[in-house]
């Protein structure tokens, strides 16, 4: 993993996607049982459980999120 995705994994923790957090993304709610998983600089994903029907599943971050994450870590890194 690169410095960078280091940085952005961070950032997404700090955003609240974090192992133990719920969060509702797609029209479901998830209890995040993982942290970040970044297979590349624009995909991510977390594993998850769905609430609804007790699942486990791998969610993606919303590439919004991701990019929104990525300038932040990257201004960060900057300063």
């Given amino acids: 993993m690169t ?3 280091v940085q952005l994994c961070e ?3 700090q955003l609240g996607f974090s192992r133990e957090s719920r969060i509702r993304l797609y029209g479901s709610q998830f209890e995040l049982v993982g942290d970040p998983l970044v297979m590349s600089d624009d995909l991510v994903f977390v594993d998850a459980v ?3 029907s007790g699942k486990s599943c791998r ?3 919303p590439l919004n999120i991701v ?3 990525t300038e932040q ?3 960060t890194r900057a300063a």
């Fill in 3 to 5: 410095a960078i995705q």
């Fill in 11 to 13: 950032r997404l923790k």
């Fill in 50 to 52: 769905e609430q609804k």
């Fill in 59 to 61: 969610v993606r971050i």
């Fill in 67 to 69: 990019k929104m994450a």
């Fill in 73 to 75: 870590a990257a201004q």
